[in-house]
């Protein structure tokens, strides 16, 4: 973030595809689950050089729940029956035993992978596997076979575009139609919660390019917010709406603007990032809120930064909230000192800011003579959130602060790890995936919120 750009997120590091010798598109797939398993028996699939443990167990029944969920929908969708992959393969890297489309075993090393040309599957048994399993649980190796089952659905029916970043992100939605299904008990290997989602957009955030990097990109597979969004999509709207993705889609992939955002990756010093985007977030509500909505607008009377408990100011005789909106004053209240902080140190300068976002989001609500309180409230006021974050990517507004790299992973970040969690907006209810979900709304069109 500088005087005119914002900045993101430095902390995750990127999964890209591999090429690997004798495959013409070899592609990771990874995402982020946790789930317990269920007591149905396990599935017996046909796994080449497994060591029959625990692993290749994983794998064995997400692979016959993935390929059962395929069998039902490639008719429906497509009109043809499902061809089940051909092979599956578990490689030991350190071992004697390589897999189609690699020269040695080692060329799998942390990685998992879907080869056209043989039509098989193969993944990294003891690094990889194993890695996500310890982190985030089983589903999560689910999710790596699903995505990688989308590739495999593309070559049985055809590719969205030339552009690997579309592929990719249509292997996302295909892979969130299968995680809707698995919610609706249709994955019988694996029981998932709404809950479980959160930690499935938090891997996306992990696995996304690096900060800065572009959507033309050969190996582009896109920002954690463009395959969070593909993701969200198949799970919300199904197979069907997967199948509209083509070169005309949109991505939120930047290049950074300067040599100096680059050094910094973006992100401004707290004060200075509070500076601008406290000034920036009144001026986009003055040149939206009548435009928008056929009313008269009145600015918020104050925002105001405290330090800490020590200072925790009351809004109507209760203590305020770490950010929050009072509308017995009129005033934004936010923990400068402490929580929003500790914001901006586990996020970036945007995923702070994004907070304060929902706050005059919540301003916004009372204006238009709407609830401030509860869950769906918490959403509307999230997707006003989203709605200014959108307004300043598309730069609609001279002189503005702009996104760069990573804010808007800054902004799900926060989004899945702050907001709506106790000390914040006092609303747990609702899960990160539903405040994701309400963001990305907002950003795709403020109309969306409602009002």
């Known amino acids: 973030?500088?005087?005119?750009?914002?900045?993101g997120l430095a902390a995750a590091v990127a999964v890209l595809g591999m090429l690997i010798s004798g495959c013409s598109q070899v592609i990771d797939g990874r995402g982020q689950y946790e789930s317990g398993l269920s007591t149905v028996a396990d599935a017996k699939v046909q796994i080449s050089g497994t060591d029959n443990g625990d692993i290749d167990r994983i794998v064995g029944n997400a692979i016959a729940d993935v390929q059962?969920?395929?069998t039902e929908q490639m008719p429906a969708a497509f009109g043809e029956p499902y061809k089940p992959v051909k092979g599956f393969f578990s490689v030991d890297p350190s071992g004697d035993k390589a897999a189609p489309c690699t020269n040695s075993p080692s060329d799998i090393r942390g990685n998992a992978f879907y080869c056209p040309n043989q039509d098989i599957v193969a993944w990294d048994r003891?690094?990889?596997?194993?890695?996500?399993?310890?982190?985030?649980?089983?589903f999560l190796i689910a999710m790596v076979i699903a995505h990688e089952w989308g590739h495999a659905i593309q070559h049985r029916t055809k590719l969205p575009g030339s552009k690997t970043i579309i592929v990719e992100a249509q292997a996302d939605c295909y892979a969130g139609a299968w995680a809707q299904a698995a919610h609706k008990a249709?994955?019988?290997?694996?029981?998932?919660?709404?809950?479980?989602?959160?930690?499935?957009?938090?891997?996306?955030?992990?696995?996304?390019?690096?900060?800065?990097?572009?959507?033309?990109?050969?190996?582009?597979?896109?920002?954690?917010f463009d395959r969070i969004a593909a993701f969200q999509e198949g799970y919300e709207q199904g197979v069907q709406h997967c199948k509209t993705f083509d070169q005309r889609r949109v991505f939120t992939e930047v290049p950074f603007l300067d040599e100096d955002d680059q050094q910094r990756q973006g992100n401004l010093p707290y004060d200075d990032a509070l500076q601008l985007g406290l000034k920036d977030l009144p001026d986009y509500w003055n040149q939206t809120f009548e435009k928008t909505f056929q009313r008269d607008f009145q600015p918020v009377a104050k925002v105001t930064g405290y330090q800490g408990d020590s200072e925790r100011p009351q809004c109507d005789g209760t203590p305020v909230n770490a950010v929050q909106y009072c509308a017995a004053d009129d005033t934004i209240y936010f923990d400068q000192t402490d929580a929003v902080k500790k914001v901006y140190d586990g996020?970036?300068?945007?995923?702070?800011?994004?907070?304060?976002?929902?706050?005059?989001?919540?301003?916004?609500?009372?204006?238009?003579?709407?609830?401030?309180?509860?869950?769906e409230a918490l959403d509307g006021s999230i997707c006003l959130a989203g709605a200014y974050a959108g307004d300043v990517f598309n730069r609609r507004r001279s002189g503005a602060a702009q996104l760069s790299p990573g804010d808007l992973d800054e902004a799900i970040q926060a989004l899945l790890n702050f907001a709506g969690k106790a000390g914040f907006f006092d609303v747990a209810g609702k899960t990160g995936f539903d405040r994701v979900s309400a963001f990305r709304k907002g950003f795709g069109d403020i109309r969306a919120c409602g009002g």
Not at 1 to 7: E, I, K, Q, Y
């Open 68 to 70: 059962a969920f395929w």
């Open 126 to 138: 003891v690094g990889l596997f194993p890695d996500l399993k310890r982190k985030f649980g089983d």
């Open 1 to 7: 973030m500088s005087g005119r750009s914002w900045r």
């Open 347 to 375: 996020t970036g300068d945007f995923g702070a800011m994004s907070l304060l976002a929902v706050a005059f989001g919540q301003a916004m609500r009372k204006r238009l003579n709407q609830t401030i309180n509860g869950e």
């Open 186 to 224: 249709k994955a019988p290997h694996f029981e998932i919660s709404r809950e479980i989602l959160d930690d499935a957009l938090a891997g996306y955030l992990l696995f996304r390019d690096p900060v800065g990097a572009s959507a033309d990109d050969r190996q582009a597979h896109g920002s954690g």
